[in-house]
């Protein structure tokens, strides 16, 4: 259910009411009994409780801090090595 947001076109008290969408809109202040006009908001933004689904399923994982900013190393081309032996 939303809640909305009056304004008194008498006395300028403004209020919120969470109503149902299929609910008549209110037509009096409850300070004043004057005539009320329902307001138009933004509304609520949303709200993320907990660790949140950021950390636990769209992150990417990166790598540690180490093999982050360290080039790879290659090992230098073997020289002068055996032949590989004829298989049996």
Do not use: N
């Amino acid at each position: 259910m939303p809640t909305y947001v009056y304004e008194c076109r008498k006395c300028g008290h403004q209020f919120d009411r969470f109503q149902p969408i299929t609910a008549e809109p209110l037509k009096t202040c409850p300070k004043c009994k004057g005539k009320v006009a329902r307001m138009l908001t933004t509304g609520a933004g949303i709200i993320f409780k907990g660790s949140g689904f950021y950390q636990t399923d769209y992150k990417k994982t990166s790598a540690p801090a180490t093999e982050k900013h360290e080039p790879k190393k290659t090992e230098p081309a073997k020289t002068g090595s055996k032949p590989d032996k004829p298989a049996k």
